[in-house]
């Protein structure tokens, strides 16, 4: 048996948080953004169970995302799978066109590749708004190479840089430049501008279609205004060993936990390979047979040590690094970072483990 490093995947809860963000979306379609192996959740787990729930819309990284995301969910029902990140090469716009990938456009070049290739599909035009991370600057010029170039355009899209923050000015400002440029370029074109935050903090700019990523897995993008989501991941690992310490004693490398008195440490299977960031090395809590523990001593790439003392804790328990009695959210706040890094780093090593 290999070792039990379970990530459980509540595909229930996944469920419940999709129905939420619809149903905080007045009319506009859900793109589930499940790139990234669907934030560390398993795609191949994630896409069935949000596919049953009506949704037809996916979006992914790049090509080699788009394809695997194909071979999964078929070709049936008009399935959009789009390409956040767009197409690098030649290679990718025949895998465009082989499996029916739908790429965001940036930049001339794509749209030349996508010709050349012989790309029926549909395009996303992506605009930067504000942000000044990935996005057209010059988005009618894209549009009109589209046209000459025969490709559809499917609609027009943008992203927030702080929607996290409802009352930072830059919302409003991207959402209202992305708007005039959208009436400017092409009216009638479908328009998608809302990330997990900006569905909770500006929902009036839903428009067509929203992306939901970080809230279908169930952390709260808006901290102050949490609307009820559930975690969809718990990450555990298993306690191997007990140890009987004296005052004084040292845990794990570089001896930088120092019991003060005579303590009992459990030896959890569960590393910084796994995901666990080593930065809980004695800051951490985790959660055992109802209980908060201390991470002692710094985490290894296979091991984290607990402080036991007092407890009837064995091998062979659950311990609870993230999920629903520890919030990734929480652990993340702890460490100056964000529940994405946590969700994104659980190793390939970790099995995910569906729970319906
Ligand atoms: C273009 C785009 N749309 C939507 C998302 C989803 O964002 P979030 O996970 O914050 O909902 C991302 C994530 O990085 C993105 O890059």
Redesign the pocket.
């Known amino acids: 048996m290999s070792r039990p490093a379970i990530a459980r995947i509540h595909l229930d809860h996944l469920r419940h948080n999709y129905r939420l963000l619809k149903s905080r979306s007045a009319k506009a379609k859900v793109m589930a ?1 499940i790139k990234a192996n669907a934030y560390g959740h398993e795609m191949f787990l994630v896409a069935p169970a949000l596919l049953e729930e009506g949704c037809n819309s996916f ?1 992914v990284t790049d090509a080699s995302e788009g394809t695997e995301l194909r071979s999964i969910l078929g070709f049936y029902k008009k399935i959009q799978i789009v390409l ?1 990140s767009g197409i690098f090469d030649a290679e990718d716009a025949e895998l465009a066109c082989q499996h029916q990938l739908t790429p965001n456009v940036t930049e001339l070049r794509q749209i030349k590749l996508l010709q050349e290739a012989g790309f029926k599909g549909d395009v996303w035009i992506k605009i930067d708004s504000g942000m000044n991370r990935l996005g057209a600057d010059k988005p009618k010029k894209l549009f009109e190479a589209c046209h000459q170039a025969e490709i559809n355009v499917c609609g027009l899209m943008s ?1 927030l840089a702080c929607a996290d923050e409802p009352d930072h000015p830059m919302n409003r400002q991207q959402a209202e430049r992305f708007n005039k440029l959208c009436d400017q370029i092409a009216p009638e074109l479908p328009r998608s501008l809302l ?3 900006g569905i909770i903090s500006m929902p009036e700019y839903a428009f067509d279609v929203v ?5 279908l897995y169930g952390a709260e ?1 808006v901290v102050e205004r949490p609307i009820g989501l559930k975690p969809v991941m718990t990450l555990t690992g298993e306690i191997m060993q007990i140890r009987d310490i004296s005052a004084g004693a040292p845990v794990s490398y570089g001896a930088t936990f120092l019991a003060k008195q005579a303590m009992k440490i459990a030896v959890v299977g569960l590393g910084y390979a796994d995901g666990v960031p080593r930065a809980l090395s004695n800051h951490g809590q985790v959660f055992l047979n109802g209980c908060k523990q201390a991470i002692v001593g710094r985490v290894c790439m296979d091991y984290t040590m607990i402080d036991v003392t007092g407890t009837d804790a064995k091998p062979g328990d659950a311990v609870e690094f993230w999920g629903e009695n520890i919030l990734a959210n929480d652990v993340a706040s702890s460490l100056d970072t964000i529940s ?1 890094t946590l969700f994104t780093g659980v190793g390939e090593r970790v099995r995910r483990k569906a729970v319906c």
């Open positions: 953004v979006a956040l992203h990330n997990s935050g992306r939901p990523g970080i809230a993008p994405y």
